[in-house]
């Protein structure tokens, strides 16, 4: 279960750093044809055009965090791990780096990692859905009906639509042996109204 979530992790765009004019403009290009196979699907040549990106404007934080993305998609978690590191050590305050950096310790099944940064992100992120809805996920690992259902309950108020919400939070009431919340729950997902989520995809 951990690694289907692992498609929802989050991103926004900051500004290039350290790429002279002459090489910004290729940059971004490449890191635009990056982002939209991404989202595409095709993480191959996503991880091409993010390397040339990175070659160009290395400087770039965003170039380096959605290298990291694209890693943690094809299971390449060491990897991805170094790229987000090297995302934060251009700029240690970027978020969305140190939020796809602790869902990738959740891919891998690091959750003494996770579960730390993630208590700290939902914190410091107060209206993210993500930090709340993998803290749920990884009590749902630990059977933890209780604690999954207030981390997911949490993660639901941030983001009452979400399908990814819904979908764990049917589970853990299940789990806790709420089967009219679990039947309303999954009802809820049925008849939401259609969203695809491409805001927090690749935000």
Request: glycine content about 6%; cysteine-free; charged content about 25%.
């Amino acid at each position: 279960m951990h690694s289907a979530f692992s498609f929802w992790l989050a991103l926004i765009a900051l500004a290039p750093g350290g790429a002279g004019h002459s090489q910004a403009v290729p940059a971004n290009e490449a890191y635009k044809r990056g982002m939209q196979a991404a989202k595409a699907g095709n993480l191959g040549e996503a991880l091409k055009e993010l390397e040339k990106a990175a070659a160009l404007a290395p400087g770039d934080p965003k170039v380096h965090n959605l290298t990291g993305l694209v890693l943690t998609r094809l299971g390449h978690y060491d990897e991805a791990d170094s790229a987000y590191n090297r995302a934060l050590e251009l700029a240690p305050d970027f978020l969305p780096a140190r939020k796809n950096r602790a869902v990738n310790s959740f891919s891998r099944r690091d959750f003494a990692t996770a579960s730390k940064e993630l208590e700290t992100l939902s914190r410091l992120l107060p209206n993210d859905f993500v930090p709340p809805l993998f803290l749920g996920l990884l009590a749902l690992e630990h059977a933890d009906s209780e604690a999954a259902l207030t981390r997911l309950q949490e993660a639901e108020k941030r983001a009452p639509r979400n399908s990814q919400v819904l979908i764990a939070l049917t589970r853990a009431y299940f789990l806790a042996g709420q089967r009219e919340a679990a039947l309303e729950s999954s009802r809820r997902l049925d008849l939401r109204s259609p969203e695809r989520d491409n805001s927090k995809r690749f935000e």
